[in-house]
């Protein structure tokens, strides 16, 4: 697919505006936000071969051992993305979090733009042309990507909450990139893409664990339906049984190696941190409880129930949907899911995210209606990708708070249902009728309006949220209370 100009106009526009709001305008990205000097010091400390960094530096956010030293509880991935810079700057200084996190963002999201290019170029059977209404969604599409999704919430600051988040978000978006290229134009995955898949979920574990929870399952399903694929086409072609049964695993074994040894290697990081290879430290050592929050709501909540918990998902969902509703209430008093950390502003669902939720009603109607266009597996696949991303989200929501920068997991499998729903779009709408193309025209222009008006109201009252915006190191009255937690 040959690069032209006027298919990236909008994301040229997307770019600008995620780096205006990251920079306040300035456009220098050597400066930072909320400890944004946390992971340059957790690099440097790496050199040095430590993990733990300056009190003084990690701040609250960090677990502590009895000499002070700092261990923070993110993914190690974002400390390595320092290496290039290491050489051109003085990284105990000079933050570069605001220039990681704008590449991160903008690079996940160019995934994006071209997945949907790839697909608004490409039926699923390919009888037809792009019609002129498939690329009037594709317009709308690539709007809604730069405009109301991840990339504005991540743009609004580059604090060390941000960092993991816009990392896992360049890498799931790389892998639906791979996933949609490969089922939409060979009607299954290659076992370059399986590697490529296994590459990409290897690296999620060290910037959202919980993120590589679905990509790992994903590579799993993946690679049954790959070996299913492969052993049917050996035995056709009348290969003996062995042959058929290596023909089929062998695409599976340099992935699932990869994650396995990332895996092991997560596991190593946690125990040379911890002392645990499969827990967190005790809540007594965390920065805010030593600081001065002691046995808080929050902090009993995680002690009785963790940080996770299956009956948080449902209310918590809600709460992300429509906002602290009485349903959130019953549910959340059904279900007893004690203390939820409601933290800072931020839109709701419903209407910073109508068009995507539209759509991706519209893909499953789409799939049931029409979905006997697609053979077995594609179908299959598509199902296990749009499954391994739900995990994610549902995951998400059992967290034992809720804050606007979550809702960027949740969005992963809307944006899946945008991508289906693209590529089904001549079939439904050939389908439908006339109507389609008038009735849902207007309905998702008119989500699109909705959702930018929406988003927009909800990133000025989390980009004025002084707490993420506040100074790179931690204001003196904390810092005094978390030192004297550590008297020499």
């Not at 790496?46 to 261990?71: S, V």
């Not at 919430?153 to 639906?176: K, Q, T």
């Not at 499998?413 to 001549?426: H, K, N, Q, R, W």
């Amino acid at each position: 697919m040959k690069f032209r100009l006027e298919h990236y106009h909008i994301a040229f526009a997307g770019m600008v505006i995620a780096a205006v709001a990251l920079t306040d305008g300035t456009f220098n990205f050597f400066t930072g936000h909320v400890y944004s000097l946390s992971y340059n010091y957790y690099f440097l400390s790496l050199t040095e071969g430590r993990l733990g960094i300056p009190l003084e530096i990690a701040g609250l956010e960090a677990f502590y051992t009895d000499d002070g030293q700092a261990h923070l509880y993110y993914g190690i991935l974002p400390a390595l993305l320092r290496l290039p810079f290491w050489p051109l700057v003085d990284l105990r200084v000079v933050p570069v979090s605001s220039a990681i996190v704008f590449l991160l963002v903008v690079g996940g999201a160019l995934f994006g733009h071209r997945t949907l290019l790839l697909i608004q170029r490409t039926d699923l059977t390919a009888s037809e042309d792009i019609s002129v209404h498939r690329h009037r969604m594709f317009l709308m599409g690539t709007t809604a990507l730069w405009l109301v999704s991840p990339v504005t919430i991540l743009a609004m600051n580059s604090s060390v909450y941000h960092e993991p988040i816009a990392a896992a978000f360049f890498l799931v978006m790389a892998f639906i990139h791979v996933v949609a290229k490969d089922v939409f134009l060979t009607g299954r995955l290659t076992p370059s893409g399986l590697l490529l898949l296994g590459l990409l979920a290897a690296l999620a574990v060290h910037a959202r664990p919980h993120v590589a929870i679905g990509l790992y399952l994903c590579v799993c399903l993946f690679s049954l339906l790959l070996f299913v694929a492969r052993y049917s086409d050996a035995k056709a072609n009348g290969r003996i049984l062995p042959v058929r049964f290596v023909s089929g695993i062998l695409p599976a074994v340099l992935p699932m190696l990869i994650m396995l040894i990332s895996g092991l290697c997560y596991l190593l990081i946690n125990f040379l941190r911890w002392g645990d290879p499969f827990m967190l430290p005790p809540m007594e050592r965390y920065g805010e409880f030593l600081a001065g929050e002691g046995y808080s709501l929050r902090i009993n909540t995680f002690l009785e129930n963790g940080f996770f918990s299956f009956a948080r998902i449902l209310p918590n969902l809600v709460y992300h949907l429509a906002g602290g509703s009485a349903l959130n209430a019953i549910l959340s008093d059904f279900l007893n899911t004690g203390f939820v950390r409601k933290e800072g502003p931020g839109g709701y669902l419903l209407s910073i995210w109508l068009f995507w939720l539209v759509v991706s009603g519209l893909a499953v109607w789409g799939m049931r209606r029409h979905g006997s266009t697609l053979d077995w597996l594609q179908k299959c696949f598509l199902f296990s990708a749009g499954l391994s991303l739900g995990v994610i989200a549902l995951y998400t929501a059992g967290f034992g708070t809720v804050t606007f920068r979550y809702k960027v997991e949740l969005w992963y499998p809307l944006f899946f249902g945008f991508v289906v729903f693209l590529a089904m779009y001549d079939r439904v709408a050939s389908a439908s009728g006339p109507s389609f193309y008038r009735v849902w025209g207007i309905v998702l222009r008119y989500a699109l309006i909705v959702s930018i008006y929406s988003m927009l109201i909800a990133l000025v009252l989390y980009y004025t949220f002084m707490f993420f915006r506040g100074p790179i190191t931690l204001p003196t009255p904390k810092l005094e209370a978390l030192r004297a937690a550590f008297p020499l």
